[in-house]
């Protein structure tokens, strides 16, 4: 039954990455998130400690990674290399790793495809009140999104794998 399985939430990005341990669709344990470094001078290699032990210690049933939605680009290749890491880090533990869309985020959110993402971060904001000072205002579309917007994407993302059927606002 996966609305109540402890799984652990990541969101690749360019240069960083999110992640959120969720022990159910109503209890966030741990979250946090990182810049991406290189080995040496090769770019790319994940060799991040901290999503590393989170991964150890929370012992997760299963990993869930939000699909990227950008293929084929140099972006998208570094991504790929870094979630053949995380594939590889979970299964040394015999966990399964899990792909999830944006689009199946958006309709676990009952939200149109056109939606902003702040409307989802709203959402897991009034569901996880320890989170509601990390809100990042609505921004324009000219501005750069705030780093603390990766959070509340893998929340969603966990939370999209959890209950696909649908998003509540409140602990059920």
Same mark, same amino acid.
């Given at each position: ?6 799984i652990?939430?990541i ?13 159910g669709p109503?209890?966030? /344990?741990?979250w946090?998130?990182?810049e991406? &470094?290189?080995?040496g001078?090769?770019?790319? *290699?994940?060799?991040n400690?901290?999503?590393r032990? !989170?991964l150890r210690?929370? #012992?997760?049933?299963t990993?869930?990674v939000r699909r990227?939605?950008y293929?084929g680009? /140099?972006?998208s ?9 995380i ?5 040394? +533990? #015999?966990?399964?790793? !899990? ?5 199946d985020?958006r ?5 149109p495809?056109?939606?902003?993402? +702040? ?6 904001a009034r569901?996880?009140?320890e989170?509601r000072a ?7 579309? &000219? *501005?750069p999104?705030?780093h603390s917007?990766?959070?509340?994407d893998?929340? !969603?993302?966990?939370? !999209?794998?959890?209950?696909?059927d649908?998003? #509540?606002?409140?602990?059920e």
């Amino acid at each position: 039954m996966r609305n109540t399985e402890r799984i652990m939430a990541i969101d690749l990005r360019r240069s960083r990455f999110g992640y959120a341990v969720l022990d159910g669709p109503n209890v966030l /344990l741990e979250w946090g998130s990182g810049e991406m &470094w290189a080995n040496g001078k090769k770019r790319g *290699e994940f060799k991040n400690t901290r999503l590393r032990s !989170a991964l150890r210690v929370s #012992s997760p049933a299963t990993v869930v990674v939000r699909r990227s939605q950008y293929r084929g680009s /140099l972006d998208s290749l570094l991504k790929d290399r870094l979630l053949r890491q995380i594939k590889r880090d979970a299964s040394g +533990y #015999s966990i399964p790793v !899990a792909m999830i869309s944006q689009d199946d985020i958006r309709r676990a959110f009952h939200l149109p495809k056109r939606a902003s993402k +702040y409307r989802i971060a709203s959402v897991v904001a009034r569901k996880f009140p320890e989170l509601r000072a990390k809100l990042p205002v609505t921004r324009k579309a &000219w *501005e750069p999104e705030l780093h603390s917007m990766i959070i509340f994407d893998t929340i !969603a993302t966990g939370l !999209a794998y959890l209950r696909p059927d649908g998003v #509540s606002e409140t602990p059920e």
